[in-house]
C-alpha cells in the first residue's frame, strides 16, 4: 500500500504542473489575440481603399484602350489592343516569316540582352 501512495502523490503534481502549464499557454495565446488583432476597418479607410482601386482600374483601361508612348528614346509605343490585334492578323497572314522576324526584332529592341558578367578576378 505505501508503494501505491507513493505514486499517487508522484503523478499529482506532474498532472498539477501539465495543467498548470497548459493554463498559461492558452492565457498567453488570448492575450496575444488581444493585442495583436488588428482594429477593424472604418468607413473612411473603406472609402479610400475603394477609391483607390477605381484609379487604378481606370488608368488599367486608358493603358489598354489608347496609344501612347512607352519609352520615346527607343521608340515604344503602347497600342490599342484592338488595333494591335488587326496589325497582328495582317502581318502573320500574309507573311508569318517576316512577321516572326519583325516580332523577334522589337522584342529584342525593347529588352536588350544583359552585359556579360564582369570577369572573376580570383580564377
Same mark, same amino acid.
Given at each position: 500500500?505505501?508503494?501505491?501512495?507513493?505514486? =499517487?502523490?508522484?503523478?499529482? %503534481?506532474?498532472?498539477? +504542473?501539465?495543467? #498548470?502549464? @497548459?493554463?498559461?499557454?492558452?492565457?498567453?495565446? &488570448?492575450? !496575444?489575440?488581444?493585442?495583436?488583432? /488588428? %482594429? /477593424? @476597418?472604418?468607413?473612411?479607410?473603406? +472609402? =479610400?481603399?475603394?477609391?483607390?482601386?477605381? *484609379?487604378?482600374? #481606370?488608368?488599367?483601361?486608358? *493603358?489598354?484602350?489608347?496609344?501612347? &508612348?512607352?519609352?520615346? #528614346?527607343?521608340?515604344?509605343?503602347?497600342? $490599342?489592343?484592338? =488595333?494591335? !490585334?488587326?496589325?497582328? *492578323?495582317? =502581318? &502573320?497572314?500574309?507573311?508569318?516569316?517576316? +512577321?516572326?522576324?519583325?516580332?523577334? +526584332?522589337?522584342?529584342?529592341?525593347?529588352? $536588350?540582352? /544583359? $552585359? /556579360? $558578367? %564582369?570577369?572573376? %578576378?580570383?580564377?
Amino acid at each position: 500500500m505505501n508503494s501505491q501512495g507513493v505514486k =499517487e502523490r508522484s503523478i499529482l %503534481p506532474s498532472l498539477l +504542473a501539465i495543467v #498548470g502549464a @497548459l493554463l498559461i499557454v492558452l492565457v498567453l495565446i &488570448w492575450a !496575444m489575440r488581444q493585442f495583436m488583432q /488588428p %482594429p /477593424p @476597418l472604418n468607413q473612411n479607410r473603406a +472609402a =479610400e481603399r475603394a477609391k483607390a482601386l477605381a *484609379e487604378i482600374r #481606370g488608368l488599367e483601361h486608358q *493603358e489598354l484602350t489608347t496609344a501612347g &508612348w512607352i519609352d520615346q #528614346g527607343k521608340g515604344l509605343v503602347r497600342l $490599342p489592343i484592338d =488595333e494591335s !490585334m488587326k496589325i497582328v *492578323e495582317r =502581318e &502573320w497572314g500574309q507573311n508569318p516569316g517576316a +512577321a516572326r522576324s519583325n516580332l523577334i +526584332a522589337r522584342v529584342e529592341k525593347a529588352y $536588350p540582352p /544583359p $552585359p /556579360p $558578367p %564582369p570577369a572573376n %578576378p580570383f580564377e
